[in-house]
């Protein structure tokens, strides 16, 4: 884990204006009000990925722990924010704005700050998006407040 290039994508994003329609960039995807990037992307895993993928599972979410203690620093603490309630809104058919809509798919819960300088919200989770698919490191700025 490269806590200092997180950092400085993570202070990019936060600085950086949302583009007027959704599209990919350097980092990740960025759209109205929004940009994500993945810091980190383990490998695939196969059917029966068992230990490697928890073992996986466990490292990411120790990373996303370390990288939340140097933004903790800047913010102070996290709020720790359930997305499980946002995707069940979404898949009873509400319209939530993104990118909590689409996060909620495939990440479970986030590390969640607000900048007082951006009123940015600045928020960190891991993704997977199916078994044998990888884990991802996410870093999520957005201006939307959190549903």
Same mark, same amino acid.
């Given at each position: 884990m490269d806590i200092a290039r997180y950092l400085s994508v993570?202070?990019?994003?936060?600085?950086?204006?949302?583009?007027?329609a959704h599209g990919r960039t350097e980092h990740g995807e960025s759209g109205p009000g929004y940009h994500t990037a993945a810091l980190q992307t383990s490998g695939a895993f196969r059917e029966d990925g068992g230990s490697?993928?928890?073992e996986t599972g466990a490292q990411y979410e120790a990373d996303r722990d370390g990288l939340g203690e140097r933004? #903790? =620093?800047?913010?102070? &603490?996290p709020q720790a924010f359930s997305l499980y309630s946002v995707l069940e809104r979404?898949?009873?058919?509400?319209?939530?704005?993104?990118?909590?809509?689409?996060?909620?798919?495939?990440?479970?819960?986030?590390?969640l700050w607000k900048s007082a300088e951006t009123g940015r919200w600045?928020?960190?989770?891991?993704?997977?998006?199916?078994?044998?698919l990888p884990f991802q490191l996410l870093a999520?700025? #957005? =201006?939307?407040?959190? &549903?």
């Open positions: 993570i202070d990019l994003l936060c600085a950086r204006e949302f583009p007027a490697e993928r928890e933004l #903790t =620093e800047r913010w102070g &603490p979404t898949l009873d058919g509400e319209d939530i704005e993104e990118p909590w809509a689409a996060l909620s798919g495939h990440v479970p819960d986030v590390q600045i928020a960190l989770g891991v993704s997977q998006w199916d078994s044998e999520v700025v #957005t =201006e939307t407040d959190p &549903p």
